[in-house]
């Protein structure tokens, strides 16, 4: 059972890893906002549950 729980921890990482490949490539084609959209997705990879308005005061995306 443990080496279940290991390998499927393993797998969860390598997709995780993929995931993270995919949108930061996705995110170069965007242009000039590419440098904003990274610094967001860097956050949410950070901190996966979110406050909309919370984390885009946090991240000086929306002024109050």
């Known amino acids: 059972m443990l080496k279940e729980i290991h390998e499927d921890a393993i797998k969860t990482i390598r997709e995780l890893e993929e995931l993270h ?9 965007i242009g000039r906002a590419s440098k904003t959209v990274r610094r967001f997705l860097r956050y949410l990879e950070g901190n996966p549950i979110i406050e909309i308005k919370k984390t885009l005061v946090e991240k000086e995306l929306l002024k109050i």
């Open 21 to 29: 490949e995919k949108s930061f490539n996705s995110i170069e084609k």
